[in-house]
């Protein structure tokens, strides 16, 4: 939202494109999603309310997707379907068919909360370390490279995750605490430029800072140097 509408100059013509630029779709879901906010702060958690968002959207979802998922990597699935906006009933299928080991890192961050002391009622994961790892750009990634290859879209973001956890390793002190991991070098790209980047590069991880890091493309013997060097980090996207 703040891109589209803070990429003109005035508050004005911001809200115009904000309205006019959006797809119907998109927008009549951002609009019917404040009724969920304004439970903040009254009665429920910011994990409750989020849950019961992620779970008002799977059965609003046309077209029908079922029961809402139960039980372990219910609110991976849960998020996946609102950040791919589309596409669906092919995401979940490829999600259900990926190896364990990425399944199993999809299913595991994106439930954690960030929160000291929550969890999601309706998922199995229990485990309140941290820190919770933010996908920035996530959403756009997905829309565009899950729409062409959900499956191998989703094994980019979970490898994304997994080198994300080899630089904040989980503690129990973490829990309330969240990573900022930009992946905005990605939401161009397609599942077969990611795996086949240009002769003599590669995709890194690098951790900007305490809470935050970004992937980006660079020569290989850039980080043949710095991993000679023991950077620590910086990690290897191994699409």
Not at 79 to 88: E, F, K, P, T, Y
Not at 128 to 139: D, V
Not at 148 to 166: H, K, M, N
Not at 216 to 226: G, L, V
């Amino acid at each position: 939202f703040t891109a589209l509408a803070g990429s003109v100059p005035t508050p004005m013509t911001g809200s115009e494109k904000f309205v006019l630029g959006f797809p119907l779709k998109v927008l009549s879901s951002f609009v019917a999603s404040f009724s969920a906010v304004w439970n903040l702060g009254i009665s429920q958690s910011e994990t409750q309310v989020y849950e019961k968002y992620l779970r008002w959207r799977w059965e609003t979802h046309k077209p029908n997707l079922g029961p809402v998922p139960e039980g372990y990597g219910c609110v991976a699935q849960l998020r996946l379907v609102v950040m791919a906006q589309g596409n669906s009933k092919l995401l979940l299928k490829a999600f259900r068919k990926l190896p364990e080991r990425d399944r199993r890192v999809l299913s595991e961050e994106l439930a954690r909360t960030g929160c000291a002391g929550q969890h999601y009622q309706h998922d199995a994961f229990r485990d309140q370390r941290g820190p919770a790892l933010l996908l920035y750009y996530g959403p756009a990634f997905l829309q565009k490279a899950g729409l062409l290859d959900p499956f191998g879209a989703l094994g980019i973001l979970a490898e994304v995750l997994r080198q994300a956890r080899s630089l904040w390793p989980l503690q129990a002190s973490a829990g309330a605490e969240t990573v900022t991991i930009r992946i905005d070098t990605l939401k161009a790209e397609t599942v077969t430029t990611c795996r086949n980047p240009p002769d003599g590069q590669v995709f890194v991880l690098d951790k900007s800072s305490s809470r935050s890091a970004s992937v980006s493309r660079i020569k290989f013997r850039d980080f043949k140097a710095s991993f000679d060097a023991g950077d620590m980090r910086r990690c290897m996207l191994n699409f």
